[in-house]
């Protein structure tokens, strides 16, 4: 499968001209990354890529305990669940992370009480069941406690509304998955090229479907795995992999992950091959 938009395919795109204009073209030195879209479909409620979506209800098998947020020693909430990613269904290329074949991920945040209270446990979870278990019943969100209940030290009704997350699940949208190519820059003639490609994948996948609503960042919402960073949050290096990256965005109720815009799981690439993902930490801002 060819990268969904390339360097060429936005160079010949009249939309995007503007990024040639006294522009060098990118070093020879410094070559595309390729990354895995997640593509909304035009609507929720269209059947995407198998055991596949972001936001709503996991089929999280009912052996494994619903993760929470922990406070002091003691669980407080439930955590939100953010998307579910069979493995056998993500595109291969060239150039993407040796991903193991099979299995199911389960990306789990807490995404508003992680922001505001931050503590030595993790506010977030990455499970991997080995199997295909998407015809799993979906687990519902166990009940988040009365506002009441949480630490005294902020106004949490005002905080889940302003927020948009709100303490019920985000909202389901599937998906499907189409390549694209991103650059190590984040600025310069690298990061500007790259800006186009970024441009142009929104154009495709929100005007195109005719599916975009008013957004919480400027360029729309652009879920992804893998490839370079294109959050301005990014992986630090050292062989850490952009596992996931899901985007704030009005769609699937999620107002502003962790007031970054963005939740982002990261992964050392010996931790992907051996599945390790306990090893997971959070970027975009996350503890």
Not at 5 to 19: A, G, Y
Not at 165 to 170: A, I, N
Not at 229 to 242: A, E, K, R, S, V
């Amino acid at each position: 499968m060819a990268p969904l938009l390339t360097l060429q395919h936005v160079e010949e795109n009249e939309t995007f001209k503007l990024f040639k204009k006294s522009e060098p073209a990118a070093p020879k030195d410094d070559p595309a990354v390729p990354a895995i879209l997640l593509n909304k479909l035009p609507r929720p409620d269209l059947p995407g890529a198998p055991g596949c979506w972001i936001g709503g209800l996991p089929t999280l098998p009912l052996e494994i305990e619903w993760p929470w947020y922990i406070y002091q020693g003691e669980p407080l909430a439930p955590m939100h669940f953010i998307a579910q990613i069979r493995l056998d269904c993500l595109p291969k290329a060239d150039g993407l992370p040796d991903f193991p074949a099979t299995g199911t991920l389960f990306f789990f945040h807490a995404c508003v009480l992680d922001s505001y209270l931050g503590n030595d446990e993790r506010g977030y979870r990455v499970i991997n069941v080995d199997a295909d278990v998407s015809h799993y019943p979906q687990r519902p969100m166990p009940a988040f406690p009365a506002f009441s209940a949480l630490p005294p030290s902020e106004d949490w009704e005002a905080i889940f509304e302003e927020s948009g997350t709100g303490t019920r699940p985000l909202n389901q949208w599937n998906i499907d998955f189409k390549l694209f190519d991103t650059f190590g820059e984040i600025h310069g003639p690298v990061g500007e090229k790259g800006h186009a490609i970024k441009e142009a994948l929104m154009k495709e996948s929100y005007d195109g479907t005719k599916s975009a609503t008013k957004l919480h960042i400027d360029e729309g919402a652009l879920h992804h795995m893998f490839g370079a960073d294109i959050t301005g949050f990014g992986p630090p290096g050292n062989g850490n992999l952009n596992l996931l990256t899901i985007q704030s965005e009005e769609d699937i109720g999620s107002g502003d992950l962790h007031h970054t815009q963005c939740t982002q799981f990261i992964i050392h690439k010996s931790d992907l091959r051996s599945r390790n993902w306990s090893a997971v930490t959070l970027g975009g801002g996350g503890s």
